[in-house]
């Protein structure tokens, strides 16, 4: 069994340093945010875009679909495509934060890697568009000069744009490499799927049909279904239900009060299974749930 890789005392240091306040920090590096937690928390509901999640401090259990990833500092874990999860930060305190690097994909730097690189050479593996591997040490040294570069405008500028790909050199090189080689492939089917995934994001609240989703992917209805649930863990129409309630959610908590509305807004045409499917997925009804989300103890 290989030795966990450490994560150096300054990389800890750095996500420290350059997190704020809230939970979720931009910083001068569009493509990579800081995650903070100084306490555990329960399950909460989001959609990941296509990153890359570095952990240098804590522990997160994330759940997508039915299939539990650990995220700890000697593993990173990684999105291909936009997915909803259920994460739940288990190891942190205010001594000793969880502390996150969220690192997102860009796909035209992932098409050019894969024109200079080839297709991987380690075999196809399942393809799922989330996953989890080991922490190598390159990577680890590459995420820690990659913050340093927050120190100053110039390193940023000229350097931080080489080490992100190398981060994602790396990334590519793991035993998950036919993954994102499929996401820089244009035309590939993987790359049609994330397509209308994108559109089921954008159009949410319309009445989405499989059929249409895989006329747009060129693709069978039934061999839509099943590579859509390969990469995504859920059906076409599950994850279109859980995009609904994450936004129906998100609206309750900050802009609309009314549930009824609420539920016409995000595309149910009945309101009392919008509150049956949210209650399902979220533990409460909404008319209870609101109350924590306007606390911010829910959300």
Request: charged share 25%.
């Amino acid at each position: 069994m290989a030795a966990r890789t450490t994560i150096p005392p300054e990389l800890i240091d750095l996500a420290e340093r350059y997190s704020g306040e809230g939970p979720i920090t931009d910083t001068a590096i569009d493509s990579l945010k800081i995650v903070r937690r100084d306490q555990k928390t329960g399950p909460k509901h989001s959609l990941y875009e296509p990153s890359i999640c570095f952990v240098v401090q804590g522990e997160k259990l994330v759940t997508v679909g039915k299939t539990l990833y650990r995220c700890e500092p000697s593993r990173f874990f990684a999105t291909a495509a936009n997915v909803p999860v259920v994460g739940e930060v288990v190891k942190a305190s205010t001594g000793h934060p969880y502390l996150c690097l969220f690192l997102k994909l860009n796909q035209k730097m992932v098409f050019d890697l894969v024109s200079e690189i080839g297709p991987p050479q380690n075999g196809a593996t399942p393809e799922v568009g989330v996953f989890a591997d080991d922490v190598s040490g390159p990577l680890t040294d590459a995420f820690l000069r990659l913050m340093r570069t927050l120190g100053n405008e110039t390193d940023r500028s000229v350097l931080a744009p080489l080490i992100i790909k190398e981060i994602l050199y790396y990334v590519m090189k793991s035993r998950f490499a036919h993954v994102l080689y499929q996401l820089g492939v244009k035309g590939s089917q993987m790359q049609r799927i994330f397509g209308s995934i994108e559109r089921i994001r954008r159009e949410f609240a319309s009445s989405l049909t499989v059929e249409s989703l895989a006329r747009m992917a060129h693709m069978s209805p039934s061999a839509y279904y099943q590579k859509f649930k390969k990469v995504t863990l859920l059906s076409p129409i599950q994850f279109q239900k859980h995009i609904r309630l994450q936004e129906g959610r998100r609206l309750l908590a900050t802009e609309v009060e009314d549930v009824t509305s609420v539920a016409f807004m995000v595309g149910y045409e009945s309101p009392s299974q919008f509150s049956r499917e949210y209650s399902r997925l979220f533990g409460l009804p909404p008319s209870k749930d609101i109350k924590n989300l306007r606390m911010g103890a829910g959300f």
